[in-house]
């Protein structure tokens, strides 16, 4: 519970940072990733390269959005004053958890956020863009403007091997 409100705080935080120094405005284009189930979210602590290998090691957390958030707000934080998810989604990860897994060459990746150029005004919400897996592992290592670790991804996998990572939109 405790990590939890923690990481819930810090991405508020974010969102605010990030609309207040970066001019970031959440649009109405935005739409759920769809859920399947091979697929699932999850906090990357850690990207790795061995030779010529990426490895992520995620932890697994349960994302809700919606009604569904609501629901679950209400039940665990019972703040009377409070009755709904703060930005409409809520993350609950009770255990912390290091699984690593092998990531395919091949993997598709898509992310709604990053840093392009190194200026924040150019950190601008777009939707599902497609990065290469070599790309995104060079995007992951900076963490000056836009810290991917802050972000839940919905991780896809088969036969052992992350096959899909998409980064997850936080207001």
Not at 98 to 107: E, H, K, S
Not at 125 to 132: A, E, F, K, L, R
């Amino acid at each position: 519970m405790k990590k939890t409100a923690w990481r819930l705080g810090a991405l508020l935080l974010l969102g605010l940072f990030m609309i207040h120094s970066v001019g970031v405005a959440s649009s109405n284009n935005y739409e759920p990733v769809p859920k399947a189930s091979n697929q699932e979210a999850a906090y990357i602590n850690a990207l790795k390269v061995k030779d010529g290998q990426v490895y992520l090691e995620i932890d697994p957390i349960e994302w809700y959005e919606g009604e569904e958030a609501n629901a679950i707000f209400r039940e665990r934080e019972q703040d009377p004053e409070m009755t709904e998810a703060p930005d409409g989604y809520y993350i609950v990860n009770d255990t912390v958890e290091r699984i690593t897994l092998p990531v395919a060459a091949n993997a598709e990746v898509r992310l709604q956020l990053y840093d392009h150029t190194g200026r924040h005004e150019d950190a601008q919400v777009v939707w599902n863009q497609q990065v290469s897996l070599d790309k995104f592992t060079d995007i992951y290592r900076k963490d000056d403007i836009v810290d991917m670790k802050w972000f839940p991804f919905h991780i896809t996998v088969e036969d052992g091997e992350v096959v899909k990572i998409i980064q997850q939109y936080v207001p």
